[in-house]
């Protein structure tokens, strides 16, 4: 992100703190809610949102406007595959069974026991 949005991105999003915290190894804050909420993107989500970044930066730069970095949940956006894309696929929400199918399943069942018990004596 330095490398796309320079002084834009570090003036916005430190790394550390303060020098002491450097020192010591303590992240800024908003490093750790980006580390947390990215944790979960795989490789492919994060190349798409980089490529997603440079176009819109990109485009902006075409029509003479400026680009700011995204925060976290812009990026996160730029990462999900776009709807109807061959990565997005929408599932169908489950419904609730049947009361009545459920009633004959089980009245058809206890049938196919009853002739196997049959069929051993039972």
Request: some cysteine; hydrophobic content about 35%.
């Amino acid at each position: 992100m330095t490398q796309l949005y320079g002084h834009k991105w570090t003036s916005q999003h430190r790394l550390y703190d303060s020098e002491e915290a450097e020192r010591n190894g303590v992240y800024s804050e908003d490093f750790m809610l980006w580390a947390r909420k990215t944790r979960n993107l795989s490789d492919k989500d994060w190349a798409r949102g980089m490529e997603n970044i440079e176009y819109r930066n990109t485009e902006a730069a075409r029509n003479d406007e400026t680009s700011w970095p995204p925060n976290y949940a812009e990026f996160l956006g730029f990462c999900l595959p776009a709807p109807g894309s061959a990565a997005h696929k929408d599932f169908k929400p489950l419904a609730l069974p049947d009361k009545n199918a459920q009633v004959r399943a089980r009245k058809s069942g206890e049938s196919e026991l009853a002739k196997m018990r049959g069929m051993f004596d039972l």
